[in-house]
């Protein structure tokens, strides 16, 4: 494969069904095991074809990586949820469909919604994940992601441990 076949963009109208499979094919590679199978469930159900087009009509920022031509992953990201951090941004989903996943597409992914977040000046930002996601841990250490806090969200009705990344220009001690 051509590098030119492989391109990051923002998400257009036409991605919408393509962003809701991946999103669904994604989670349920990602969390099945981890998150009770309704809960999961109900929470897939919430994210379909009509999330996904109010997302992109109402300008949410996503970033969609491309391999020859067809959505693969996206990326959602912004300012911080969590006003408590000392980071400004916050990149609040990266996933990748799991037949492109361990092929380098994440880390080029990763590599552009990090350019965009500084292009909209957040040079800081963090990245929650859930505990017991270990490849997501990994992924997001080998992207130089350090532990900085330990929190736990409400999932329906689960408690669920939750790791919280930081990335920053300036260097901080934490």
Known sequence: MRIEAVTVRPAL????????????????????????????????????????????????????????????????????????????????????????????FGRKLFVATRAALRAAGMPGFAVRVLKENEQAEAFYEAMGGLLYDESVERIGRSDVPVHIYGWTDRPKEW
């Open 13 to 104: 109208a036409e991605d919408i069904e393509p962003l809701a499979d991946i999103h669904d094919a994604a989670w349920r590679n990602a969390y099945r095991g981890i998150l009770p199978g309704v809960e999961l469930e109900r929470l897939l159900g919430r994210r379909g074809v009509s999330w996904w087009d109010a997302a992109i009509r109402y300008k949410m920022r996503i970033l969609v990586i491309d391999v020859c031509g067809a959505p693969a992953g996206y990326a959602t990201f912004g300012h911080t949820r969590l006003k408590h951090l000392p980071f400004p941004g916050e990149i609040y989903e990266l996933y990748m469909d799991p037949e492109h996943q361990g092929l380098g």
